[in-house]
């Protein structure tokens, strides 16, 4: 697997865990940044899958 893709996600995850750890503090912005983490990992997940396709050699 990809090194890159590894860290983005181990970084996602590590920041999930901060905001659900400090959800008191953040208040209202908990549900915003927990929608914007979930959008940026489909998305990096989604870019993953593209470059699963047959005819791309890499």
Known sequence: MNV?????LG?????????F???????ILVLPLFFG????????LYR???KDEPSDPN
């Open 4 to 8: 890159k893709l590894l860290l983005t």
């Open 11 to 19: 970084a996602t995850l590590l920041a999930a865990w901060l905001i």
């Open 21 to 27: 750890h400090f959800k008191a503090q953040l208040g």
């Open 37 to 44: 983490l979930v959008i940026f990992v489909t998305i990096k």
């Open 48 to 50: 993953l899958m593209e």
